[in-house]
């Protein structure tokens, strides 16, 4: 058995191979499409990865691609003679009828190299394993990492051009400019919000922090319901302080505008039962994912995304809340496990390319001072979530310090910190019979 292992040739199609490379010499659109599908580096012979490369720089160049531009580019890169030689490049030519089929060639291509590098990633985990040296949820999440890479789109964070770069900047910019005033991430819902955010963006670690009883579930529940109900966004939801159906029993009265005290109690007339269940319609359609696995680690919350990402093209993230959650390392106290942990969530959504919303505690100093309105420096446990975050917000409402405030059902969401945009305050009025927030009323 172990020397038939030993004997064992890589996952290759020379016939694909040859293909490639005679259809890119039959015909210039070939090149273009086969470089959209792989690149020299997934082909298993390395003289034809040569001729790949070439051929695709004759073409970036404007230079005609035949037998005498290929050979004489080859000669100036000094190659072995066996590879410049024009009879190789003559077989390669007459090896192939039509051009048509490349892209079917190139895709056997890049899924042979695909083999390799999956027996490569695994052979390296085996390895590591055999050593015995690393904690087993590293080993697991460092090859599930590297095999999720794999998984990605080609060329995903590869060089690009500037002039992509800028291409593609002016092509926002110019949207933006046609449609001021809009949204150009994910939508909240809450009109104010959404104006000086522009939704939630791509990638960015969003933070919203408050006191106990501010409603910070409520919050991220109303932004949960816009998205996944009303524009059908993949939104998961990691909930580690309430159960599923504690969640569930939240959105009913979100959704039904349903008193939530009946709903607990039951005690509900049939015009409720009408709505509830019409409500449940619409909740179970949605696109909506609830975990509620308790103290869920940071890598098992980037397994299941990872997972969601590639099945349902998750769309958010939203965790419930951050505090709760377990570090994926060995840390030597709370403040630095709290700092790992923000750091991982800002690569999870830079890595899935997502917005996440992580909920935060605030620390006691609050109540200790006049204006109880949260700052920057409230945040509990690390000033490195501070730094990770891209948008830090606060949610206070006056009247549950001040009972005779003239703020009476208005929450305050404070951006004390956006990375790409202004900071300020926005209001909404806070309905706690379905504890909810909603627009002010222009």
């Known amino acids: 058995?172990?020397?038939?292992?030993?004997?064992?040739?890589?996952?290759?199609?020379?016939?694909?191979?040859?293909?490639?490379?005679?259809?890119?010499?039959?015909?210039?659109?070939?090149?273009?499409?086969?470089?959209?599908?792989?690149?020299?580096?997934?082909?298993?012979?390395?003289?034809?990865?040569?001729?790949?490369?070439?051929m695709l720089e004759l073409y970036n160049e404007g230079t005609p691609v035949d037998l005498i531009t290929l050979q004489d580019r080859l000669r100036e890169k000094d190659v072995p003679p066996e590879i410049s030689s024009l009879e190789f490049a003559k077989d390669l030519l007459s090896s192939v009828y039509t051009s048509t089929n490349v892209r079917q060639y190139a895709?056997?291509?890049?899924?042979?190299?695909?083999?390799?590098?999956?027996?490569?990633?695994?052979?390296?985990?085996?390895n590591i394993c055999y050593l015995g040296k690393e904690r087993v949820d590293d080993i697991m999440e460092d090859t599930e990492k590297r095999i999720f890479s794999l998984l990605q789109k080609r060329n995903t964070?590869?060089?690009?051009p500037i002039k992509d770069v800028v291409l593609n900047a002016l092509d926002k910019i110019e949207l933006a400019s046609k449609n001021r005033g809009s949204v150009t991430g994910i939508p909240t819902g809450f009109i104010d919000l959404d104006y000086k955010t522009s939704g939630m963006q791509p990638s960015d670690?969003?933070?919203?922090?408050?006191?106990p009883s501010m409603g910070k579930t409520a919050f991220v529940l109303n932004i949960a319901q816009h998205m996944a109900f009303k524009n059908d966004v993949t939104t998961a939801i990691f909930s580690l302080e309430m159960s599923k159906e504690q969640l569930v029993n939240r959105l009913f009265s979100l959704e039904s505008k349903v008193d939530s005290q009946s709903i607990r109690t039951g005690n509900l007339s049939d015009d409720d039962w009408a709505k509830l269940i019409e409500s449940a319609g619409i909740i179970g359609k949605s696109n909506l994912i609830i975990d509620d696995t308790p103290g869920i680690s940071v890598s098992e919350l980037r397994s299941k995304c990872r997972k969601y990402k590639l099945e349902h093209n998750l769309g958010i993230i939203i965790i419930d809340y951050l505090q709760l959650m377990t570090g994926s390392k060995r840390s030597d106290s709370r403040q630095q496990e709290i700092s790992d942990i923000s750091r991982s969530l800002k690569e999870v959504a830079r890595e899935l390319s997502v917005p996440v919303i992580a909920l935060s505690q605030l620390s006691r100093a609050v109540e200790q001072r006049p204006d109880h309105r949260p700052?920057?420096?409230?945040?509990?446990?690390s000033g490195a979530?501070?730094?990770?975050?891209?948008?830090?917000?606060?949610?206070?409402?006056?009247?549950?310090?001040?009972?005779?405030?003239?703020?009476?059902?208005?929450?305050?969401?404070?951006?004390?910190?956006?990375?790409?945009?202004?900071?300020?305050?926005?209001?909404?009025?806070w309905l706690p019979n379905y504890t909810k927030f909603a627009n002010m009323q222009k």
């Open 107 to 126: 895709q056997i291509v890049y899924e042979k190299s695909i083999l390799r590098k999956l027996i490569k990633e695994s052979e390296e985990t085996a």
């Open 375 to 381: 700052m920057l420096s409230d945040l509990r446990e």
């Open 385 to 429: 979530i501070e730094q990770d975050a891209d948008v830090v917000m606060f949610i206070y409402r006056d009247d549950y310090y001040n009972k005779d405030s003239e703020k009476k059902n208005i929450a305050e969401i404070i951006i004390a910190k956006q990375r790409n945009g202004p900071i300020g305050t926005v209001e909404l009025v």
């Open 205 to 211: 670690l969003i933070l919203i922090a408050a006191r």
């Open 157 to 160: 964070g590869d060089f690009v």
């Open 1 to 54: 058995m172990e020397e038939a292992l030993i004997k064992r040739v890589l996952p290759h199609s020379p016939e694909a191979e040859q293909s490639v490379i005679g259809s890119m010499l039959m015909d210039r659109e070939a090149i273009m499409a086969a470089s959209e599908i792989i690149d020299s580096a997934d082909f298993y012979q390395h003289q034809y990865g040569i001729l790949f490369e070439t």
